[in-house]
């Protein structure tokens, strides 16, 4: 089968075409700039990449695009040769696992798009362009909440009035779980075992930790939106509420400013005072500047916090410590700088197995950890993608969609 994984923002749509169950990607590729001047759009075929500008005057334009392209470098003769599309979306609200796309899903998301609204909107505007350009091809739609939705109330709620949960929602709902879910398969396959127990660390631009108890979420660090739990690029995560009013009061700034530098001017930018991508706090820290030494020690000591949380949750019995995602895979010296924090819970780094792993060396995959430590400690790199179309490809050949 080939399934087709889509990713749709308000002026962008990324995708991926995977032959299941060979696991293989034909093509995957990003349109940018949908509905706004200057559009471009860029494929990556067998290695080779291909950047092509053209204006596209919304979501449907960009998908006659993508199936021009498909069919142009051959990868499908017809649409027939599709046989299913996985959308991400950002947020499931009540859903638990991935389902089909029906007038009721789309209604839902719809109606309770408050709860993501930078995002959900923008996926159900793929979900209809979809829709009208190929109305005969199943979809799924795929969340990232979804695997998080195993947590009991202990964790999800938050101590505030029944009400706040009851009638408008609020809760913990966490995110990444496409990633994590994929980690934990990984761990799954590579243990021989179904339950496991993991902490999964999907440490990049965004950043969350998961910890998995037989093989199914039992906490993570994200809460009811993706600004919660440990620093990020640009995000701020825990922080004491009583900021928000104190800092409006002194500044003068509404609501919206402050929600808008929490989630975009704080993190490691706030503290660096110039950078959000960790590869510039690592040159940072090599020049000597003070403020990206603090920004990195203190990204460390909250990661470092919830990994021994989710170490104590699981009663020590930890049967893999994962890290993942863009900084997880490749900043080696950051991984041994986080793992020597661990060192009193009985976790040890193998430094230079550690320093031979990462996304741009021949090895990018496997254990990081000395054979005598009581955690083994892994780096797996995430395949979201890969998750969706499984999914997809899941319930499409169980006759789900018939």
């Known amino acids: 089968m080939k399934i087709l994984t889509v990713n749709a923002g308000s002026s962008s749509l990324k995708f991926n075409l995977i032959e299941l169950p060979e696991e293989k990607e034909l093509i995957s590729g990003n349109f940018e700039k949908i509905g ?30 993508l199936i021009k392209e498909l069919i142009d470098n051959k990868i499908i003769k017809t649409l027939d040769e599709i046989d299913g599309i996985g959308h991400r979306i950002v947020h499931g609200g009540r859903y638990t696992k991935s389902v089909i796309v029906d007038d009721e899903v789309i209604e839902y998301l719809d109606e309770n798009s408050n709860l993501a609204p930078l995002h959900n909107p923008a996926h159900v505007l793929g979900i209809r362009a979809f829709k009208e350009v190929v109305p005969n091809i199943s979809m799924v739609v795929v969340f990232d909440t979804a695997f998080h939705q195993t947590m009991s109330e202990e964790a999800f709620l938050y101590p505030v009035p029944k009400e706040w ?118 040159t940072g820290i090599a020049a000597g500047e003070t403020d990206s030494i603090l920004a990195n020690n203190i990204y460390i000591d909250r990661i470092v916090d919830y990994i021994a949380k989710y170490y104590v949750k699981l009663e020590g019995n930890v049967d893999a410590l994962i890290f993942t995602a863009g900084v997880g895979e ?60 499984l999914d997809t490809y899941d319930l499409i050949k169980d006759g789900e969609c018939n």
Request: hydrophobic share 30%; with cysteine; charged share 25%.
């Open 165 to 282: 949960y009851e009638k408008y929602q609020i809760r913990k709902y966490g995110f990444h779980g496409t990633s994590h879910k994929y980690i934990t398969k990984r761990v799954q396959e590579m243990l021989g075992q179904e339950g496991v127990n993991i902490i999964s660390c999907h440490i990049g631009s965004g950043g969350s930790i998961c910890c998995v108890k037989d093989g199914k979420c039992f906490d993570t660090t994200m809460g009811f939106t993706p600004n919660a739990g440990i620093v990020m690029g640009t995000r701020c995560g825990d922080i004491d509420y009583s900021i928000i009013p104190y800092y409006m009061k002194q500044s003068g700034k509404d609501i919206n400013e402050i929600d808008s530098i929490l989630n975009k001017e704080s993190g490691l930018l706030g503290l660096s005072g110039k950078y959000s991508d960790h590869r510039d706090i690592e």
């Open 330 to 389: 490749n900043a080696r010296e950051f991984r041994e700088d986080v793992l020597r924090k661990l060192e009193c819970l009985g976790i040890y780094i193998d430094s230079e197995k550690n320093m031979e792993i990462a996304s741009y060396l021949d090895v990018n995959e496997g254990c990081i950890s000395v054979e005598e430590s009581k955690v083994p400690v892994y780096v797996i790199p995430t395949n979201e993608e890969l998750m969706i179309a």
């Open 36 to 65: 706004l001047a200057n559009g471009v759009y860029s494929l990556k075929i067998n290695g080779s990449k291909i950047i092509k500008e053209v204006d596209m005057r919304d979501h449907k334009a960009a998908i006659e695009l």
